[in-house]
């Protein structure tokens, strides 16, 4: 059974910083392109980072570039994404996907709230 399970949102302060974790089971992580995404009220989903396990590249939109990065732990089947310098624009629910040239898999997301 495939499972992703993200955890880390939480209300913060503009400025201020988090650290979502997303962890998988049910799949093979490490052959999996990871990402997170977000989704604010109202608008479409969007894609915040991404990486690649076999070239270990990550990429970001550049709304987000250089405050947030992505990381994985391929041996406990994690993905990270801390996130820095936190804006109220960067309120949404994240969500964790993981996909490859078949299957193509969601968290059920945590919320962030960026608010004074």
């Known amino acids: 059974q495939v499972q992703l399970v993200e955890s880390g949102g939480d209300l913060v302060q503009p400025g201020g910083s988090l650290r979502l974790s997303c962890a998988a089971s049910?799949?093979?992580?490490?052959?999996?392109?990871m990402s997170w995404h977000r989704q604010a009220p109202g608008k479409e989903r969007e894609l915040v980072a991404t990486s690649t396990s076999a070239l270990g590249t990550t990429n970001y939109p550049d709304s987000v570039k250089g405050r947030f990065t992505i990381s994985r732990d391929n041996a406990k089947n994690t993905v990270y994404l801390q996130m820095n310098s936190l804006k109220p624009e960067d309120t949404a629910v994240y969500y964790c996907?993981?996909?490859?040239?078949?299957?193509?898999?969601w968290g059920q997301g945590t919320q962030v709230t960026v608010s004074s």
């Open positions: 049910g799949f093979t992580f490490s052959r999996y392109v």
């Open positions: 996907n993981a996909r490859n040239y078949y299957n193509n898999y």
